[in-house]
């Protein structure tokens, strides 16, 4: 898979996941993507969530991790 259809690919479980997100007062933005990291920059109420690592983690990582071959972890950038 090229770097093009990894953002792409990437983009479309984030926009699945983003009416969640926005639900709840927050939103994601993906920021690069580094040899299989994906970095993301969590917005509005996720940015200061207390429970934003979850999210984070359990949430979006896994759903990455399942749906976009490549991926390996997901961090956060401020």
Do not use: H
């Amino acid at each position: 898979m090229s770097e093009q259809q990894m953002f792409e690919s990437v983009q479309e479980v984030l926009d699945k996941l983003r009416p969640f997100l926005l639900r709840d007062g927050g939103d994601c933005e993906l920021v690069d993507i580094d040899e299989g990291i994906v970095k993301l920059r969590l917005l509005g109420a996720c940015g200061s969530c207390p429970s934003s690592t979850i999210t984070l983690k359990a949430g979006i990582e896994r759903a990455l991790l399942e749906e976009v071959p490549g991926v390996v972890e997901v961090e956060q950038v401020f």
